[in-house]
């Protein structure tokens, strides 16, 4: 079992930045994939993106060119840099492991709010 704890919501304008962090209760970045998902109300789950063990990432085209996601040395931490944020980016954003394709350990998310 691992637990994933997500941490770095909040709320900002448009335009401004924050960085999720995920905490991982072992290193499992180091040889699963994971990815980053949000929810905003009344919408469907969505991935923004997805990172190999590599440190490889790809991402939502909403996203690109505005989030970045790393994962560290040690394979227990993954951030998910967000620049130039939109009103549209709010949402419940979650981290995640991957094996063979579908999430095997959700987090419980944190909240991120963009106001205009």
Known sequence: QVQLVESGGGEVQAGGSLRLSCAAS?????????????QAPGKHNEKVAHVE???????LDPVKGRFA????????????????LKPEDTAMYYCATLR????????????VTVSS
């Open 53 to 59: 063990p590599t440190g490889e990432a790809e991402y």
């Open 69 to 84: 996601a790393t994962i560290d040395n040690a394979g227990n931490k993954a951030y998910l840099q967000m620049n130039n």
């Open 26 to 38: 072992s290193s499992i970045f180091n040889r699963s994939p994971m990815g980053w998902y949000r």
């Open 100 to 111: 063979f394709g579908r999430v095997e350990y959700w987090g419980r998310g944190t909240q």
